[in-house]
């Protein structure tokens, strides 16, 4: 498979609107790729917590249509990373798309896990229930959304489900980017899944972003990390080599606690 994750720049003098067409045009750069992920909340900034109410949108609002429109005229499976979803309910959710190359919606994932310690996205989005796993032709993806990637059971309920990819879309801080690196190896190595985890770039309501996205392997291996700054990395990799892995050493048939495993190859 061919992926390419587009580790955005979110810059505050930037409107909403610019940068929504700014992203579709990058995704409809990668035409020829396999898969194209952007990172979380790249519209509003992860950590720019002031203007999740004004810009929060519904869940067909104008992000679903202009990604939509992106992946369907590139032909590419497009997560879409997240934005602020204002359900009918009027609750915020942190939110996460994921388009076919027809342009169709094919799952949405509301994040889990809310960064904030009792303020921020803690107090103001409410809490996604459900782990979601969208099946591509080559693999199956297991979605999670930066906080997320900290809490390992949430990737085993996620291998249980099938997933052999776990895609994070993150807006993680510079000044944590060591845990960064850290936890994508583990929650690969743990469940011998490949591990497509994109940050963004530029500065949250003066929050430096840590940028490097990475690609790690289902041994731990990185297969390709970006630098600080905006750009587009790509990467060519066998989905296979997660079922290879588990053949070969299949440690995960010895799990003795927690969620039951499924029977693997």
């Known amino acids: 498979m061919h992926a390419s994750l587009i580790q955005i720049a979110v810059n505050q003098d930037e409107s909403v609107n610019s940068r929504r067409e700014r992203a579709a045009s990058l995704v409809v750069a990668q035409r020829g790729a396999d898969l194209v992920v952007l990172p979380e909340l790249w519209m509003v900034g992860a950590f720019a917590y002031t203007t999740f109410a004004d810009e929060a949108e519904p869940l067909h609002g104008p992000t679903h249509e202009i990604m939509a429109k992106a992946a369907a005229e590139a032909g590419v499976w497009l997560h879409a990373g997240s934005f602020v979803e204002r359900a009918e309910d009027g609750t915020l959710y942190n939110t996460s798309l994921v388009f076919s190359p027809e342009g169709e919606r094919a799952a949405s994932y509301r994040k889990i896990h809310r960064f904030g310690f009792d303020k921020g996205e803690a107090v103001m989005m409410g809490a996604g229930e459900e782990l979601v796993t969208v099946a591509l032709p080559e693999t199956t993806l297991g979605l999670a959304t930066c906080y997320d990637l900290r809490f390992p059971e949430q990737f085993r309920g996620l291998v ?106």
Request: hydrophobic content about 45%.
């Open 160 to 265: 249980d489900a099938g997933a052999e990819t776990m895609v994070v879309a993150a807006g993680w801080p510079e000044r944590r980017r060591s845990h960064w690196t850290l936890l994508a190896q583990a929650r690969a190595v743990e469940n011998q899944a490949y591990v497509l985890a994109v940050g963004s770039a530029g500065t949250h309501a003066r929050v430096q972003q840590a940028g490097h996205s990475i690609v790690v392997d289902p041994w731990g291996e990185v297969l390709a990390e970006a630098g600080a700054d905006e750009e587009v990395l790509t990467v060519e990799f066998d989905p296979a080599k997660a079922t290879t892995t588990r053949e070969q050493f299949p440690a995960l048939k010895d799990r003795r606690l927690g969620i039951a495993p499924r029977r693997l190859p």
